[in-house]
């Protein structure tokens, strides 16, 4: 097994890798170290996603080849956003932090120039820098690269995304011709081969893991639904997942912003990270996000560059992004450093075979899930509070003294009774929201059989085909129309049943009782309710009049506390 020492890397470094944990290097430094520490170093493309140690990979040999003695920029790294630079600059200065003298600078738009400047002219050996900063300060002749020996471009694919293509074709171009550079990105369009064409000298090839393909210990998973879905099935696969940690990647501005109040005003650790926001203020959610005060960051993929987390449970694509690089970079933020982690998008029908074009380029399976019903969730909810309860440190010194006074008030509750109390305590407030749930899953079978019809109808000719056709369109319009029923039910145009039961509050029922009768009931599970009138005697309520005949058998020759139920179709 290689390790570090193997790699003939200055003792300075190996103390500072080793304070940092590191024990074998990634297979990315495995390859990139040796070869350039290594005689025969030529100009080098990278590929690997986000998250393998490439910043460790250029920067030890890079920061072992510095001379120091020398107060001149011998290497310069561009990288596409702030938060990326001021990563890099951290994690060289760790690297580097028993080489006296090593001096790294920083540069980048979003931020005063006055005081990069100010650093600047007091010289530095590294340069690490947006590209639209780096070429105004090159401008103004404050950031020199006549002489560099490195020039390392990190996530260039996102550079290229971002619109930094004219900004590194200038920057290139007035940089030293004899300089090694070294080419980093997660996949490999057309237009990163061009630069590799036009700037670099038979570049040798290092990838880790296939082209273009997502991180190996990353499950890939979408739930189909309708649109107007798709938030309810956002929150159900949150709340399916007790201990995520995670990003919504969205779309636009306005959709992350929207997502994330609605996330919040629904009692879930959220909040938004878009270019709409200041500086400042994107900092503050970063640095609540990292330290997880927040579980949930809603996103743009712009703004959720350069985020550095390496822990990430889970990426939910809000809306699938329309280019498969930007879901292979999304999917690439989780599964990092040998952790595993879930990407998960929510689709609507029409996007079944952009899945399928994500899979081939992919080259792993995206697997199709079923959002699960609100009593599956509330199962797994409680599961992982029981769990909490089980795995709790209790501070016993601090509570023994009011233990006496607790026992004392609790005395009269049996074990079970306790049990459930404390349970309902922290868990009916999610009972009640699950309790009225629908099923939101897409059925794709259906879809896929209507689709294949279409398409034999399309090849067929002819007297025969038109009648098959017309025998078809029989039965599939009742089939269609059954469904479309359906969506009208869940946008409120339901015909509901009034019922009298002969059940009230003398009786000690409730809404919550009622509602867990209907929902644990196999034919009632999930129906629509009404209106819920609890009074003293007996009770009214109202469900989807579909149901009418199961609600009749289901209460019907029902007991509840011995007394047998009365039900009446008002
Ligand atoms: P990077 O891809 O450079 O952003 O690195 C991803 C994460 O892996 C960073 O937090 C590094 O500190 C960490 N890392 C890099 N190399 C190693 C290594 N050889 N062993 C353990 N962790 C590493």
Redesign the pocket.
């Known amino acids: 097994m290689s390790n570090f020492e193997n790699f003939g890397l200055k003792q300075d470094l190996l103390k500072a890798i080793n304070d ?7 297979p990315i ?1 495995a390859q990139v170290i040796p070869y350039m520490l290594s005689n025969e170093v030529s100009d080098l493309i990278g590929l690997a996603q ?7 990979a250029f920067g030890l040999p890079v920061l072992q080849q510095i001379n120091v003695d020398k107060l001149e920029t011998q290497c310069l790294i561009l990288a596409p956003t702030r938060e990326l630079c001021v990563q890099i600059s951290k ?1 060289l200065l760790n690297y580097s932090k028993y080489i006296e003298k090593m001096k790294i600078t920083s540069v980048y738009g979003g931020a005063s120039i006055e005081p990069q400047i100010r650093e600047l002219k007091k010289g530095t050996h590294i340069i690490v820098g947006t590209p639209g900063r780096v070429l105004d300060l090159l401008k103004r002749k404050l950031v020199k690269i006549e002489k560099i020996d490195f020039l390392v471009l990190d996530e260039a694919d996102e550079m290229l995304n971002m619109g930094f293509k004219d900004d590194l074709d200038a920057i290139l171009s007035k940089s030293a011709k004899t300089k090694k550079t070294l080419l980093f990105s997660a996949t490999m369009p057309n237009e990163i081969r061009k630069i590799a064409d036009n700037y670099m000298n038979s570049p040798k090839e290092i990838s880790v893991g296939s082209k273009n393909s997502g991180a190996e210990n990353v499950e890939h998973h979408y739930y189909v639904v309708s649109a107007k879905d798709r938030y309810l099935a956002l929150k159900r696969i949150v709340d399916m997942y007790p201990a995520i940690y995670g990003i919504v990647f969205c779309r636009t501005r306005k959709e992350t912003q929207e997502i994330a109040e609605k996330l919040i005003q629904d009692g879930y650790d959220a909040d938004a990270l878009h270019g709409d926001l200041s500086q400042v203020q994107r900092d503050h959610v970063m640095s609540k996000f990292r330290s997880q005060h927040l579980q949930v960051l809603v996103a743009t993929d712009v703004a959720a560059r350069g985020l ?1 987390v ?1 822990n990430l449970t889970h990426i939910i694509n809000y809306n699938l992004p329309d280019e498969n690089d930007i879901y292979i970079h999304r999917s690439g933020r989780t599964g ?2 040998g952790k595993s982690g879930i990407s998960i998008s929510i689709i609507h029908s029409k996007e079944l075979s952009k899945i399928k074009n994500t899979e081939k380029i992919l080259k792993k399976n995206i697997e199709l899930k079923k959002i699960p019903d609100g009593k599956e969730i509330c199962k797994i909810q409680l599961m992982s509070m029981i769990d909490k309860i089980n795995n709790v440190e209790t501070i016993d010194n601090q509570i023994d003294t009011f233990l006496p006074l607790i026992y004392q008030k609790l005395n009269w509750l049996s074990r079970e009774d306790l049990i459930t109390r404390f349970v309902s305590v922290e868990f009916n407030r999610f009972l009640m929201y699950y309790s009225n749930t629908r099923d939101i899953n897409f059925d794709v079978n259906e879809r896929r059989d209507e689709r294949r019809m279409g398409e034999r109808d399309k090849g067929r000719k002819g007297e025969r085909a038109n009648g098959r056709r017309d025998e078809r369109k029989t039965k599939n319009g009742e089939r269609t129309n059954g469904r479309r029923d359906e969506r009208s039910n869940s946008k409120g145009k339901i015909r509901l049943s009034k019922y009298f039961l002969s059940l009230g509050e003398k009786d000690g029922f409730s809404k919550y009782k009622l509602l867990e009768i209907i929902n644990n009931s196999d034919g009632l599970a999930g129906v629509e309710v009404g209106k819920i009138e609890i009074l003293k005697t007996h009770t009214f309520f109202e469900i989807d009049s579909n149901f009418h005949e199961n609600a009749m058998k289901i209460f019907k020759n029902r007991r509840y506390d011995g007394k047998r139920l009365k039900i009446e179709k008002k």
């Open positions: 940092l944990g590191f024990e074998n290097p990634t430094q986000t998250g393998t140690g490439k910043t460790a994690d550095d390496n990092r450093a």
